[in-house]
T-cell receptor, first 116, second 112 residues
């Protein structure tokens, strides 16, 4: 079990460019979550997948953001026309389907995005 | 809307001290509460998970308590060590999809 992996670990881009991040969850974990964390803040929920279905999206996820999880395996998060306010750490987490009360989410190392 | 508050925002202690981190939440209808550790620039590591039906959980030098009715949790760290230096985050799950609502964290520094 290699844990949750994210790629790239760091991304620097210019304002207006598009960026795409990838998350590979722990194998056989049905649930996958994306969070965003800015400096000095706790992570904020962005979106959630159960298998390939995107079941919940936060109001934080503007029209410039899109996430996919084809075939219920890895997931991608794309940001179009990046803005300086998008600079943050983007965290991915996964968990197996089980009793909600005992769910533990396993987090990846994150992708740090800097928009110049 | 669930809100999670952590006090203090930062804490500096000498090695060997016992310490308590506090977490409060506004909506008591939770499934569970989790404490995470985050090292600078890194992802999150789950430390303890307390189900809504439980009062406390222990792991090594860590003990977390939960008082759901008052919307409070504490994380007790015994005999602190420099390696405990990190940011500690409290998060609650009370949605149907188990999404987490986090506090801003407590930044802990344990000096030798």
């Amino acid at each position: 079990d290699t844990g949750v992996s994210q790629d790239p670990r760091h991304k620097i881009t210019k304002r207006g460019q598009n960026v795409t991040f990838r998350c590979d969850p722990i194998s056989e974990h049905n649930r996958l979550y994306w969070y965003r964390q800015t400096l000095g803040q706790g992570p904020e929920f962005l979106t959630y997948f159960q298998n390939e279905a995107q079941l919940e999206k936060s109001r934080l996820l503007s029209d410039r953001f899109s996430a996919e999880r084809p075939k219920g395996s890895f997931s991608t998060l794309e940001i179009q026309r990046t803005e300086q306010g998008d600079s943050a750490m983007y965290l991915c987490a996964s968990s197996p389907i089980s009793d909600r009360a005992t769910d533990t989410q396993y987090f990846g190392p994150g992708t740090r995005l800097t928009v110049l | 809307k669930q809100e999670v508050t952590q006090i203090p925002a930062a804490l500096s202690v000498p090695e060997g001290e016992n310490l308590v981190l506090n977490c409060s939440f506004t909506d008591s209808a939770i499934y569970n509460l989790q404490w995470f550790r985050q090292d600078p620039g890194k992802g999150l590591t789950s430390l303890l998970l307390i189900q809504s039906s439980q009062r406390e959980q222990t792991s090594g030098r860590l003990n977390a308590s939960l008082d759901k009715s008052s919307g409070r949790s504490t994380l007790y760290i015994a005999a602190s060590q420099p390696g405990d230096s990190a940011t500690y985050l409290c998060a609650v799950s009370n949605s149907g999809y188990s999404t987490l609502t986090f506090g801003k964290g407590t930044m802990l520094l344990v000096s030798p």
